[in-house]
Structures are given as structure tokens and as C-alpha cells.
């Protein structure tokens, strides 16, 4: 009894021992920042593989399909999905933003310098494409990779589909970095003691600051919502019992995404979790991926978290006609997001250059610094939210009855 339950969960239960010793080497000793590297490393190698393993999985999934129907069909069930779970996290942060405001007293905010930005135009062709072949080989082009992979795959598809031989080669790829990601992932406990450490001797003492009563709600909700509303996502992608299946999975790419800050370097752990759920590979190839991307439940609650805090600072009103737009530009700038730390500046950019174009030297700054302190639970929500998701595209592809299948057939 003992050694299966290790067997099971003594790996999860160390990496949980690694980020608790973390927090609390990085409490009792500000000198704990000089462990950085030790996480720095973990997350280099997990970028370093996810790359080509985005790549190879999206277009080794669309290859491989029977047809270029289910293809399509998994692809807009995603998309449908990720909006809609978006636009309800948006209006669940509006609501509590009122019951709760974030500023209660006047606040000083020093002006800072601004970059003039993209336009629209250059925005657009930037998140979807990229001017040479080599430019798509970096974790900076996430976005641009998915859409090529995509294109590849469907290309593949168009010349024969699982009877090439490029789509053999593709998934035969694709399951070999998934066994150089399990390598990866045994170096991950000493990676978390690191990082946690750093996290919480750097920014320890932000979070009593003048930002503490703003961070203190986000990262509630944050919970909160995974805890309520990750449940019933589950439970309707996936029917009676999924919720149960989905807890008994979600620790570790919860874990992964808040210790990293990455959707993109959470990628492999939402892939074994997926696997080991029952998901079908051709959905989790597509989603998963593109979830690290597209799907940011967590930023589009802190976007909506840094227009409430900047409407406070400033005496304005955050109305429900402004809280509308601030919803949209929530749901719709959180789509083009980056999934890397911190790559989120161009939406905030997009948020104070919409409500406060006159005072945008001293918003887009305050954005930035709310933006580095939520990373952690913005990420969690988002990357641990694509697993979740798949259940709901399962449900879209494979039937209602998906998950009751999959459990029948483990036990027979």
C-alpha cells in the first residue's frame, strides 16, 4: 500500500517539499536571489525542448488524423472554448473588482517612459507570422510556430495524411521528445527549490507594499477560480466523475506553470497529464499548444485587475460601459499574449493605450509592475486551464461520453 502510493505520488510530493523549502529559505534569507540559476536552468531546458515538441506535435496531430474534418472540428471547438472560459473569467474579476475595489486611498504614481508601439497592422502580421523560416525556431514565435505547424500539418494531410511517410517521421518525433522531456522533468524538484526561493526573497517585501491589497485579491480570485470554476469545466467536458480524474491530475502542471511563470514550459507536463486522463493525442497535440498561446483565463482577469487599479489611481469611474470594453479587450488581447514570463507587455501596452491615452506614462509602468507580480497565479490559471479545457474539446469531438469510455476500458 505504502510503496504504490509513493510509487503514484512521491515525485509529486517532493517537488511540493522543493517549492515549501524554497519559500522559506527565500523568507529567512534575502541572499536566497543568488539561487536563481538553479531555476533559471530548469526553465531553459524545458524551452529548449518545447519548441520543436510544439511544432512536431500540432503537425504531427492534424497529419495523422483519418480526416481533415476532425482536424477543423478540434481546431474551432478550441478556439469557441478558450474565448468563452476568457469572457467568464473577465466578468467573475469585473464583479469582484466592485464588491472589492482596489484602491481605497490616493496613490503616487512617478511618470515613466513609453514606447510608441506597434500599429494594428504590425501587430497582427508580428503574432502571426514571421519574415524568415529560422525566425519560427524560438520561444519568442510561439504563435507564428502554431500557425505554421498548423499550415504543415494540413499540408500533410492534403498528400496522404497517416499514409505518408512524413507523418510517421512526425510522430515518431514528436513521442521522442516527449521521453527527452521526462528526462528533463526528474531535474525539476531542485529547479523549483531555486526558483521559489528567488521568487520570494525578490519580491517578499512587494507584496506588503502599496500593490499588497490589489495582489492579495488577484491571487484569491486566482484560486478561486480554479477551484469552483476548473470543476465544473471539467465536469461538463467530461461528465459524472471528471472533476474527481481532473484533481487527481492537476497538481503538476498547476505546479510547473506557477513555479515557472509559463504557459509555454508547462506544455509537456499538460501533456503527460492529458495522456495519463484518457484525452485523445490528436486533441491534446492541437489544444494544448495552442492553449499556451490563445488560452489565458488568468490574464484576461489581470487585465481587467490593472484597468480597475489604474481607473483608481487616476479618480476615474470604472462604469459598466467601460467595463464592457474593458471585458473585450480582456477576452481578445489575452488571445495574443505570449505564453513566455512577462510577455504580456504588449497587451498592457493595448489596455493603457484604449483607457488612458493621456495619462500612459505613468499607466503603462504601473501595468508592468502589477503585471511581473500576478505572473505566478495569471500563469497557473492559464497553463493549468488548458488541461482542463481538453476536457471540454473532448466532449465537442469525441462525444459526452468520452471520459466514462476511456475509464470502462482501463478496467477491462
Known amino acids: 500500500m505504502k510503496s504504490s502510493f509513493f510509487k503514484n505520488y512521491g515525485f509529486l510530493l517532493l517537488m511540493l517539499l522543493a517549492i515549501v523549502a524554497g519559500c522559506v529559505v527565500g523568507a529567512v534569507w534575502p541572499g536566497a536571489t543568488a539561487l536563481e540559476p538553479l531555476g533559471t536552468v530548469f526553465v531553459n531546458l524545458m524551452f529548449c525542448v518545447v519548441v520543436p515538441m510544439v511544432f512536431f506535435s500540432i503537425s504531427s496531430a492534424i497529419a495523422n488524423m483519418n480526416n481533415a474534418r476532425r482536424a477543423g472540428k478540434v481546431m474551432g471547438s478550441t478556439v469557441l472554448t478558450f474565448l468563452c472560459t476568457a469572457g467568464i473569467a473577465s466578468v467573475i474579476t469585473y464583479a469582484v473588482v466592485r464588491i472589492f475595489p482596489l484602491v481605497t486611498g ?81 531535474y525539476a524538484p531542485i529547479g523549483f527549490f531555486g526558483f521559489f526561493a528567488y521568487l520570494v526573497a525578490t519580491y517578499g517585501p512587494e507584496l506588503i507594499g502599496d500593490y499588497s491589497r490589489t495582489l492579495i485579491i488577484y491571487y484569491v480570485l486566482s484560486f478561486a477560480y480554479m477551484f469552483v470554476f476548473f470543476p465544473l469545466y471539467a465536469r461538463f467536458g467530461g ?10 491530475h492537476l497538481f503538476r502542471p498547476a505546479a510547473v506553470s506557477f513555479g515557472t511563470c509559463s504557459s509555454v514550459a508547462t506544455i509537456p507536463t499538460n501533456m503527460e497529464a492529458a495522456e495519463e486522463t484518457g484525452i485523445s493525442r490528436d486533441i491534446s497535440d492541437i489544444v494544448l499548444p495552442m492553449g499556451a498561446t490563445m488560452h489565458m483565463d488568468g490574464s484576461a482577469m489581470g487585465a481587467i485587475i490593472k484597468v480597475a487599479f489604474l481607473f483608481g489611481i487616476f479618480g476615474m469611474d470604472f ?10 479587450v480582456a477576452v481578445f488581447s489575452s488571445v495574443a499574449m505570449s505564453g513566455i514570463p512577462g510577455g504580456g507587455g504588449t497587451g498592457d501596452l493595448v ?20 503585471a511581473n507580480l500576478i505572473d505566478p497565479p495569471a500563469t497557473m490559471v492559464n497553463a493549468a486551464g488548458d488541461y482542463v479545457v481538453s476536457f471540454i474539446v473532448s466532449r465537442f469531438v469525441d462525444g459526452k461520453n468520452w471520459l466514462q469510455k476511456k475509464l470502462r476500458g482501463s478496467e477491462s
Not at 471528471?242 to 487527481?248: P, R, Y
Not at 462604469?319 to 473585450?328: D, F, H, M, P, W
Not at 493603457?352 to 506614462?361: H, K, M
Open 319 to 328: 462604469s459598466t460601459g467601460r467595463a464592457l470594453l474593458a471585458i473585450v
Open 106 to 186: 490616493s496613490y503616487n504614481a512617478a511618470p515613466g517612459e513609453v514606447d510608441s508601439g506597434l500599429g494594428l497592422a504590425d501587430l497582427i502580421i508580428n503574432f502571426f507570422t514571421k519574415p524568415d523560416f529560422s525566425e519560427l525556431w524560438s520561444r519568442r514565435a510561439i504563435l507564428p510556430l502554431i500557425v505554421a505547424a498548423v499550415i504543415f500539418g494540413f499540408g500533410v494531410q492534403m498528400a496522404g495524411g497517416p499514409k505518408t511517410m512524413t507523418a510517421k517521421l512526425l510522430a515518431d518525433v514528436t513521442n521522442c521528445i516527449m521521453k527527452v522531456v521526462k528526462i528533463i522533468t526528474w
Open 239 to 248: 461528465g459524472k466523475g471528471a472533476a474527481k480524474v481532473m484533481w487527481k
Open 351 to 370: 489596455l493603457c493605450t484604449i483607457f488612458f491615452p493621456d495619462q500612459l506614462a505613468i499607466a503603462y509602468p504601473i501595468s508592468i509592475a502589477l
